[in-house]
């Protein structure tokens, strides 16, 4: 279970972008709300494989 997790860490760390300059709209113009929202998912996964992480080590 913990290799699996630390697996899953590692592909979202490699997923989130040191700026997000790549997420832009559709005109190709980087839009700073896509960016706040790909912030806050990567945000929440992160928490997320936490909060799993901790529950796997309490079991």
């Known amino acids: 279970m913990k290799q699996?997790?630390?697996?899953a860490t590692v592909v979202v760390l490699m997923l989130?972008?040191?700026?997000?300059q790549h997420v832009r709209d559709n005109k190709g113009a980087a839009?700073?709300?896509?960016?706040?929202?790909f912030h806050h998912h990567?945000?929440?996964v992160e928490n997320q494989l936490r909060a799993s992480s901790r529950r796997?080590?309490?079991v």
């Open 56 to 58: 796997a080590e309490r």
């Open 42 to 44: 990567v945000t929440r």
């Open 16 to 20: 989130r972008p040191e700026s997000p």
């Open 31 to 37: 839009s700073p709300i896509l960016q706040l929202r």
């Open 4 to 7: 699996r997790m630390s697996r």
